[in-house]
C-alpha cells in the first residue's frame, strides 16, 4: 500500500506528489512502466547473497556504477530483507511522467507493512 509523504490536500492526493510504498506489485508496475528492470550494483553482495545493493536498471540511465540484471525475485527477497521502502513519484507537477524513485528504510518512511 501507498502512503503519500506530502500534506493531503482538500481536493485529494495529486500524482506528482511523492508516495512510499512496501506492495511488490505497486513497485513492479511503476518500474514496468518505465522500461525499467531490477538490478543490482555488481560486487556489493555480501558472502552467500544473490543481490546485492539494489538499483532500478532505467533505459537512460547511469552507467556509473556497473549494473547488473537480476529477477524480481531476487529484488524483492532483498527488498524485504533490507526493510526497504520505496519512496517515489508517478508523474511530475507538469504531468510528464516522473522518473523519480529512490530506496529509504521502512521504518520512519510511512510505508504500510505489506
Do not use: C
Not at 511523492?18 to 508496475?29: A, Q
Not at 556504477?65 to 529484488?75: A, K, Q, T, Y
Request: charged letters at 35%.
Amino acid at each position: 500500500m501507498a502512503t503519500k509523504t506530502s500534506d493531503q490536500k482538500s481536493s485529494g492526493q495529486h500524482s506528482h506528489e511523492s508516495k512510499v510504498t512496501t506492495d511488490h506489485d505497486e513497485i513492479r508496475r511503476w518500474v514496468e512502466a518505465r522500461g525499467g528492470k531490477p538490478a543490482t550494483i555488481g560486487g556489493t553482495e555480501r558472502k552467500g547473497e544473490e543481490a546485492g545493493l539494489l538499483r532500478i536498471d532505467m533505459p537512460a540511465g547511469a552507467s556509473n556504477p556497473p549494473l547488473e540484471p537480476i529477477s524480481w525475485d531476487e529484488f524483492f527477497k532483498k527488498f524485504d530483507e533490507e526493510n526497504l521502502a520505496f519512496l517515489y513519484q508517478e508523474e511530475k507537477a507538469d504531468g510528464e511522467p516522473s522518473f523519480f524513485s529512490k530506496f529509504v528504510e521502512r521504518e520512519g518512511a510511512g510505508a504500510k507493512p505489506r
